[in-house]
């Protein structure tokens, strides 16, 4: 792999992972954070919401594997990384989005799908992975959802990724030229919430009693149809959520779980 590639939330839960897929392979990393770090890869501070730094930390780059996010403010951050990218001359911009991003009416794929479009239109040539929720990420849901011992479980089916296999195909891609939208990637299998949440809880010792409910509206009409599932064609892991359960340690590396020891 030729040329320096630079990664945004590279210290993140996938980012993490995909670091050193990409210095195997033969890549100069650079990673952007927010604060100064030591490591393996070379560190650069910056900020993508202000813009902070960007202009620097790009400098030399040919691929910018955009990872960063938060809450909100997606699509503020892609913009600045985008016109960052045009101004140093980047060949290719690399993007995670998620799988359901302009079919489902939440604030969350929305931001996604305004993301995809902001570097569809950029002077830079990019492509977008779309993934389903990382393991990680369920697991703080599942967490949440199972602290009473009534514990809600609507009525939504999901198919969690394991964050490597993400980040294994990520590192694929950047070695690649641009592809546009690049496809999906899921988890192996679809679980009901409640088969979910019920793993969860036997893996960790709870006892719940779990209440099924329907979600009302678009929303609940957008889950009943699988907007938020990836078709036939998407990548498909091998790591599944009860095998995922099995090798989590009982506090996770991204801190998202603290779990009892003892049945509760």
């Not at 799988?99 to 305004?114: L, N, S, T």
């Not at 592809?179 to 019920?198: F, K, N, T």
């Amino acid at each position: 792999m030729d040329g320096r590639i630079l990664v945004t939330g590279g210290t993140g839960t996938i980012g993490r992972r995909l670091v050193p897929l990409l210095e195997e392979r033969g890549a100069a990393v650079r990673v952007l954070t927010r604060h100064a770090r030591a490591g393996a890869a070379d560190h650069r501070v910056g900020d993508v919401m202000t813009g902070a730094g960007l202009d620097t930390a790009m400098t030399g780059a040919e691929v910018v594997v955009h990872l960063a996010g938060g809450a909100k403010g997606d699509d503020v951050a892609a913009a600045n990384v985008g016109a960052a990218a045009e101004r140093a001359g980047v060949r290719h911009i690399l993007t995670l989005s998620v799988v359901g991003a302009g079919r489902m009416p939440i604030g969350y794929f929305r931001a996604k799908e305004q993301v995809e479009t902001i570097f569809a239109a950029s002077a830079v040539p990019s492509t977008v992975l779309r993934a389903a929720q990382v393991h990680q990420l369920v697991l703080r849901m599942a967490a949440g959802m199972t602290k009473l011992r009534v514990a809600p479980a609507p009525r939504i089916r999901f198919e969690p990724v394991d964050a490597g296999e993400v980040a294994e195909r990520l590192a694929e891609l950047a070695s690649g030229s641009p592809a546009g939208l690049a496809g999906e990637i899921a988890g192996p299998e679809v679980l009901e919430a409640e088969e979910l949440l019920r793993e969860y809880a036997e893996a960790r010792g709870l006892r719940r009693r779990f209440v099924r409910f329907g979600l009302p509206g678009k929303v609940g009409a957008a889950y009943r149809a699988d907007a938020n599932l990836a078709g036939a064609a998407a990548r498909r892991g091998r790591v599944t959520w009860a095998e995922f359960l099995r090798t989590a340690p009982e506090l996770t590396a991204e801190g998202h779980v603290n779990a009892p020891k003892t049945r509760s």
